[in-house]
């Protein structure tokens, strides 16, 4: 048996091992993309190849702990029933047998390719990484092709999650790294052929200060375009929490402005957060045959109170979000569930004015929208999450129990127009609640006792609530 097939078994094993516990999990996700068993990270290799979307995850099959991880596969044909696949990555060779980490893929002449990082580390704990291909004609089966990049001059083994697009007639790919000065980056290669690539060196600005600012290692870059702009998503590590900002133990966010794709030159407005919640990390995007570009993230923020949380005894760990389409409006990148998900709605169970306190019972799978002009709102979900505004000072709060200890934990973000629009997603252990028509997203988990039902508004003003109970089992 060759280590390939070796590492397959077991993790098929592990799946059909746990089967019952994680299916007894009442914080099992109804609708949300989980693993079958162990830990789930980055979203990977997000495409629509031949007319069906392919999500590939990060995975651990055998604990709830990182490690060398595998590459699963979700495919869905309309963005809300997704079919688990057969394991399309192992970390089974010399060049990846410390983890086939984060990366992308490309549809060219008829096969899906896939560029990820292989992650190998030796016995002292030195790490190694090498960019790697492998390529599918049916897009489940992968055929490895092996190293395609070495690491450069002038970057730590930090150097990874390669994201791969075409622009004109050229190949282009964008790294997450770390300086040998420690300093976070993002470098640029091109090619011609897909099999020869050219290092453009990293992206730098005028305010090349600004990037040595933004902290000691970016992960997951994703370079595309959106309205006409070049706009560079990232999640940098080591940025210090500064009032409302950066709260988590690491940030995800973008710049808006003009690449230079023969300097690698990018002029840039200033870096923003992308979503204001406690778990969102390593988002990927794609463009979809409608033009759309959609982005899906990770639920999660690595080492932030991972093993803390209450779905482990289950042997099930984090989940991704929901698939979002991005706009970008004054510079801004809006984002809003994709128009597929009002099928995952079940039947409306409420439609009301109201203009203050009011009182309902919700189902643990619902979508609830208020509508409205809110001076001031305080929500209170499941008696776990609490969602208030205060218009005079222009503020949104967001806040639940801490995993680790119970005390209040809050994230907050202004809104300086006011608040006239909320849509949040419940699932059975998360909230994703996108306000002003996704002007500002907070997405997070929660756990909530599985029995509350209780939806608590208290409202200055006046909205329309409606909620919707929303399907169960999505994942075949
Ligand atoms: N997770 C992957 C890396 C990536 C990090 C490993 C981000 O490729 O940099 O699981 O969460």
């Not at 997704?82 to 399309?88: M, Q, R």
């Not at 090619?191 to 933004?214: T, V, Y």
């Not at 129990?401 to 994230?411: A, C, L, M």
Request: glycine share 8%; with cysteine.
């Amino acid at each position: 048996m060759t280590q390939d097939e070796r590492l397959r078994q077991q993790a098929y094993q592990a799946i059909e091992d746990n089967k019952e516990i994680v299916e007894k999990d009442p914080y099992r996700q109804g609708y949300h993309l989980m693993p079958p068993v162990g830990l789930l990270n980055d979203p990977n290799g997000w495409i629509q190849w031949k007319g069906i979307y392919h999500m590939f995850f990060q995975w651990m099959p055998f604990h709830t702990g990182h490690g060398a991880k595998f590459w699963g596969h979700f495919t869905s044909e309309n963005l809300v029933d997704w079919h688990l696949e057969p394991i399309a990555l192992t970390p089974s060779d010399w060049f990846d047998e410390n983890g086939c980490y984060s990366g992308s893929a490309i549809s060219h002449e008829s096969k899906m390719k896939i560029f990820y990082t292989g992650n190998v580390k030796n016995e002292h704990g030195e790490r190694a990484t090498y960019q790697c291909l492998a390529e599918s004609n049916d897009g489940i089966h992968f055929t490895k092709k092996g190293v395609q990049i070495h690491l450069p001059k002038g970057y730590t083994a930090h150097f990874r999650d390669p994201k791969v697009w075409k622009h004109g007639e050229k190949w282009y790919m964008v790294i997450g790294a770390q300086t040998e000065e420690k300093l976070g980056a993002a470098v640029l290669y091109t090619s011609e052929d897909l099999k020869s690539w050219m290092l453009k060196g990293k992206l730098h600005s005028n305010e090349d200060e600004a990037f040595g600012k933004l902290g000691y290692m970016w992960e997951c870059p994703d370079l595309f375009s959106l309205n006409g702009k070049d706009i560079l998503l990232f999640s940098p590590q080591g940025l210090e929490a500064n009032g409302i900002h950066y709260n988590n133990s690491y940030q995800t966010g973008y710049f808006t402005g003009r690449l230079n794709y023969d300097t690698a030159s990018y002029s840039h407005g200033s870096f923003t957060e992308l979503d204001r919640g406690f778990d969102f990390y390593a988002p990927q995007t794609t463009e979809d045959d409608k033009g759309r570009r959609i982005m899906i993230g990770w639920m999660g923020v690595p080492g932030q109170n991972e093993e803390n949380q209450p779905t482990i005894p289950y042997k099930w760990v984090h989940n991704l979000t929901l698939p979002r389409e991005l706009q970008l409006i004054d510079d801004r990148i809006y984002q809003w569930p994709v128009e597929e998900l009002k099928d995952l709605r079940v039947e409306k169970t409420y439609e009301h004015t109201i203009a203050d306190n009011w009182r309902g019972d919700i189902e643990r799978r619902s979508e609830v929208q208020l509508t409205g002009h809110m001076k001031k709102l305080d929500l209170n979900l499941l008696d776990e999450v609490e969602i208030t505004f205060d218009q005079e000072k222009g503020l949104m709060t967001v806040s639940r129990p801490s995993v680790v200890d119970g005390k209040i934990e809050t994230r907050s973000c202004y809104l300086t127009e006011g608040l006239s629009h909320l849509r949040i997603f419940l699932d059975h252990s998360s909230l994703e609640m996108f306000v002003n028509n996704g002007q500002e997203v907070f997405t997070m988990r929660m756990f909530a006792d599985p029995a509350s039902r209780d939806l608590k508004i208290s409202l200055q003003g006046s909205a329309k609530v409606e909620a919707w109970t929303l399907k169960n089992g999505c994942i075949h």
